[in-house]
């Protein structure tokens, strides 16, 4: 089993519509856990940080599950500029950072 | 804005050859890392450092060597390229202590060995 798996999809989501998707981490000692946005052929680029409470930053969403031990990353109002591939990074406790496949998201018109 | 430079965006090589990717970055971060990217993979850390002629083997770090000679620049070597190191290269900063998960990327290097 994967450290850190990720559905890869791709998703393809209408415009305007909600999107959600969840990662899985195997470690339960992870403590700390975050979204990257990679655009393609371009470098990750930190989206946000998650929290044990959950924590929104505009129209995304971020929530932890310890005791099912997965992220989930919820964007509402989904834009075009929304599509790119989301990466899932949790940080073990060896302060080592573990990276998701990464799952891709289309938005379309 | 912190900025990481890599040398080259796209380098084609020949097996056996000696490599060199280079790193800069601009915001006196002490840790700086180097991946591999390949599809369905996720980012796969080679080596990393936490200051100036300190390194650590990352989870891949065979065929690989790197240097740090100074606090900006962290190099990634590739003593005698296989065809299986094909792959997207990335470099990234960090600041030490609090906070110093949020990693800074260059645009990544492009690497085919033929």
């Known amino acids: 089993r994967k450290e850190v798996e990720q559905d890869p999809g791709p998703f393809n989501v209408p415009e305007g519509a909600t999107v959600a998707f969840n990662c899985t981490y195997s470690?339960?000692?992870?403590?700390?856990f975050f979204w990257y946005r990679q655009d393609c052929r371009k470098e990750p680029k930190l989206l946000m940080s998650v929290y044990s409470s959950g924590n929104e930053d505009g129209r995304f969403t971020a929530q932890l599950n310890r005791a099912s031990q997965y992220i989930s990353l919820l964007i509402r109002d989904s834009k075009l500029s929304d599509s790119a591939t989301y990466l899932c990074v949790v940080n073990s406790p060896v302060y080592q950072l573990i990276w998701g496949a990464g799952t891709k998201l289309i938005i379309k018109p | 804005d912190v900025k990481v430079t890599q040398s080259s965006r796209y380098l084609v090589k020949r097996t056996g050859e000696k490599v060199f990717l280079e790193c800069v970055q601009d915001m006196d971060h002490e840790n700086m890392f180097w991946y591999r990217q390949d599809p369905g993979l996720g980012l796969r850390l080679i080596y990393f450092s936490y200051d100036v002629k300190m390194k650590e083997k990352g989870d891949i770090p065979e065929g690989y060597s790197v240097s740090r000679e100074k606090k900006e620049r962290f190099s990634l070597i590739l003593e005698s390229a296989s065809t299986n190191q094909t792959s997207m290269y990335l470099c990234?900063?960090?600041?030490?202590?609090?906070?110093?998960?949020?990693?800074?990327f260059g645009s990544g290097t492009q690497l085919s060995v033929l």
């Open positions: 990234a900063s960090s600041f030490r202590g609090a906070g110093g998960e949020k990693l800074f």
């Open positions: 470690n339960s000692a992870s403590q700390s």
